[in-house]
């Protein structure tokens, strides 16, 4: 456990990052953010250079002044999104030029172009941009893009002019030790105030993925933040914090709520079922959320199958609210020096009695570090 | 301007009801409810007794227990909602038996069945079942229909068992004067604690709707609660209170804010068109709901060309608020004995300068009635 200062405030990690993709964090208010113990939150620079265009971000004061949310912002890069773009987008050394999927019309992003967008933005955490490979990609494609990576690190600091915005780099290497070690050797040296872990959670298994994870945090600065990008669900995040990771993101939480999924303990409840509907409990007696203090299941229930708005607003706040309060558990367990053992027998329950190799080796993995 | 009680609490009129017609005002919360000066949600029997079904909601202990807005609610009967089903529904003297538009079932509503249902939903406000015939419609029908709808409240408040709930009953008689005074003088004679005018806003033209409205308003007893139905726009809340109706109802503040429309004094603003989408001021200056202390005009814009759902749930709030207000405004003026002079600046300005005859006839009759 840790805590880091930003021009926006001090935030304690690990922590979760709800995504506010265009501006916003879809269906919550800032207020309800903070309600609910959202430290940062995350802005993507590929939408928000589309629409509305960071010009009128800008205008705004950046996002805080945009999205009226007071906290910590950290902005992406757009790199994973332009890359996703498939056949849409072209990578060179100069950068990417990519159609967007608004109008088709052509866009350049490139490592100047990307921190000038994200400086107009005005996150506190700026990001390295970065080409983030695909799953499963070659190794030799594997290196000379985390080569690319580096080269592109510099050329985002050399273009870095706002002395108030961290930039953190990113380490890539896909789930090969070797590559992972070589992007590391040739990262670490930049110094940045926070380095993320990139290039996971694009295809592989989690048994690939996690060995891949517990490599990097072990030799990432430990007095630094170590983001682990594009994750997670909550197994996810216990198994993430047991390996030293200390920032999170995803927009599993809001979508999950949109599709009528509640998170909780004992796996996800599906709304749309039958179980739920004559049910008059909360989700979760121990949440503390507006949907937990104030409505049963069968009531969430019946606004899923009505198709209320509110039905998806509510689950999308309970399930951040999941989240925050799953990750504020791992820290007291943490502070009491009994982490292992919260996180088995959450994962005992939560898996229903059986702990998944992946994520008891992550366990076994953080026995084995001095604490 | 008055004031009455009901069990959950007592409420100032005139007023505007949100309608919350699955058992939800669409995309608010409760809290933001009672935030932005909600006195009054309207249930509708006809959505709720299909689905979830009111055995569900009884078990929550009613409308209040299963929505968790604390306050005063209002039931309609179902008869408007099932006679606007066409040819999915049978009118007779026992009552309706219409096709469900959830899966095709047929159900059968009746002045006692609906009595049952509004029991169970238990609002604070009931609503007698009546026949409520299309516009236009012959007057024969018109004077069967209306005798028909007072058997039918003779039969609802013998079927009341709950001292607790007060039935109101509706006055009809399309827009002819002397059918309105046939309906009335066989429905007057109830006593009921309140009285609706039905049977208008359903196709006639304004020209033609508030002369009826005014007509019934002049002969409805003054010291009980007048409610005209499924009304309004705002400037039928001004036309409305300057002819003495106390409650309101309308999907309209929601359904126009889902649209991408934000109600102001200068009339409609539709934030898909490229007005608002570089304006940084808010809807409106003067609002005190939580868009208008937050955002701008271009975020709003945004988050509607965007999609996103906070765009229809702030437009929806603010939409509320702002006939709130009006109606605030409106009772402010009637205690300052200024109304006629508020209403016509606020017309003049609505209608860009203009008043519509039908508008400042509602004015005159103001005038020409004793306060």
């Not at 001090?10 to 959202?38: H, N």
Request: glycine share 10%; hydrophobic share 40%.
């Amino acid at each position: 456990m840790a805590q880091f200062r930003t021009p926006r405030g001090t935030v304690t990690t690990p922590m979760f990052m709800p995504v506010g993709t265009q501006g916003t964090v879809k269906g919550i208010s800032p207020d309800e953010l903070l309600a609910i113990g959202s430290q940062m939150i995350l802005g993507n620079t590929y939408h928000l250079m589309l629409r509305p265009g960071e010009d009128l971000v800008a205008a705004h004061g950046g996002l805080p002044g945009f999205t009226a949310y007071p906290g910590p912002f950290l902005t992406d890069s757009g790199g994973f999104q332009v890359m996703s773009l498939g056949h849409m987008r072209k990578i060179s050394e100069e950068g990417v030029v990519f159609k967007s999927h608004l109008d088709g019309s052509l866009v350049d992003l490139t490592p100047e172009r990307s921190v000038a967008v994200q400086e107009a933005l005005g996150a506190d955490v700026i990001m390295a941009f970065d080409e983030c490979p695909p799953f499963p990609a070659e190794r030799e494609y594997i290196t000379r893009s985390l080569e690319r990576t580096v080269r592109w690190l510099d050329r985002c600091l050399s273009a870095k002019s706002r002395p108030e915005q961290a930039l953190f780099a990113i380490v890539q290497g896909g789930i090969h030790p070797d590559l992972r070690q070589r992007s590391l050797d040739l990262t670490l040296p930049f110094a940045t105030p926070g380095f993320a872990i990139g290039g996971l959670a694009v295809g592989e298994s989690k048994a690939e993925m996690y060995p891949a994870v517990d490599f990097t945090t072990a030799r990432l600065p430990a007095d630094k933040p170590r983001y682990l990008m594009g994750v997670g669900h909550p197994e996810d995040l216990v198994a993430g914090i047991a390996l030293g990771v200390d920032m999170f993101d995803c927009v599993y939480p809001t979508r999950t709520g949109r599709f009528g999924y509640a998170l909780t303990d004992d796996g996800r409840l599906n709304m749309n079922s039958s179980g739920p509907r004559r049910d008059l409990r909360p989700i979760d007696e121990d949440c503390d959320c507006y949907a937990c203090r104030h409505y049963t299941r069968a009531y969430l229930a019946h606004l899923v199958r009505a198709e209320e708005m509110l039905g998806p607003r509510m689950l999308s706040l309970h399930n951040l609210r999941y989240l925050h309060r799953l990750v504020e558990r791992a820290r007291a367990s943490i502070e009491q020096g009994t982490f292992v053992d919260w996180a088995t027998d959450w994962g005992l329950r939560y898996f229903k009695g059986a702990l998944p190799e992946w994520f008891a080796q992550t366990l076994r993995a953080t026995e084995a570090t001095p604490a």
